[in-house]
Antibody
Framework: EVQLVESGGGLVQPGGSLRLSCAAS????????MNWVRQVPGKGLEWVSY?????????NYANSVKGRFTISRDNAKNSLYLQMNSLRAEDTAVYYC?????????????WGQGTLVTVSS | EIVLTQSPATMSLSPGERATLSCRAS??????LAWYQQKPGQAPRLLIY???NRATGIPARFSGSGSGTDFTLTISSLEPEDFAVYYC???????????FGQGTKVEIK
């Protein structure tokens, strides 16, 4: 059974840092590109970042987080990460990790349960 | 940056009716478009990828069409469990950006 389990969310002050993790199981992790997607409760979905299957793979970010967030993966540990620095109130959201269904075409077929990040003083 | 605009924002329909949801891109995305369904408190569920391909386990009443800038998700006959919010998502050429539309809520009339 495919599972994605996020962790690392919580309350952090503006300007602070947080590292999210996503533990993957039930599939060959290195064969899939992955994304982080966030959602303010009650609002729409916002794509955050993408990483290809290779550990040193292709990466990109939404303009809203570029220069502050860093995505990475450890295929040996079946894990995806999101290092978030210089956090702002507008980064408050539920953060999901999601697996791309078919290579790099849009469409994520498995999602984690989400982890809530709250940026507030 | 490519912007996706979904319309309408909300549609009120009865079970058994046909739902037609629109997603328009600010520039061509070829067929790099997906559709999702999301219910309150749940993660999104992939319905359609590559504009017209149903994901695994998705009922045949869901269909996607379009290419370039104009895309449509059709639900042929609404079931009670289909009342939810629907999002489209595109992928730009490299460097990839996977932006979402703002969503369409399908509510019970």
């Amino acid at each position: 059974e495919v599972q994605l389990v996020e962790s690392g969310g919580g309350l952090v002050q503006p300007g602070g840092s947080l590292r999210l993790s996503c533990a993957a199981s039930g599939f060959t992790f290195s064969r899939y590109s992955m994304n982080w997607v966030r959602q303010v409760p009650g609002k729409g979905l916002e794509w955050v970042s993408y990483i290809s299957g290779r550990s040193s793979g292709d990466i990109n970010y939404a303009n809203s987080v570029k220069g502050r967030f860093t995505i990475s993966r450890d295929n040996a540990k079946n894990s995806l990460y999101l290092q978030m620095n210089s956090l702002r109130a507008e980064d408050t959201a539920v953060y999901y990790c999601a697996r791309n269904y078919y290579y790099d075409t849009p469409g994520s077929d498995y999602w984690g349960q989400g982890t809530l990040v709250t940026v507030s003083s | 940056e490519i912007v996706l605009t979904q319309s309408p924002a909300t549609m009120s329909l009865s079970p058994g009716e046909r739902a037609t949801l629109s997603c328009r891109a600010s520039q061509s995305v070829s067929s790099y478009l997906a559709w999702y369904q999301q219910k309150p408190g749940q993660a999104p569920r992939l319905l359609i990828y590559d504009a017209s391909n149903r994901a695994t386990g998705i009922p045949a009443r869901f269909s996607g069409s379009g290419s370039g800038t104009d895309f449509t998700l059709t639900i042929s006959s609404l079931e009670p469990e289909d009342f939810a919010v629907y999002y489209c998502q595109q992928r730009s050429n490299w460097p990839y950006m996977y932006t979402f539309g703002q969503g369409t809520k399908v509510e019970i009339k």
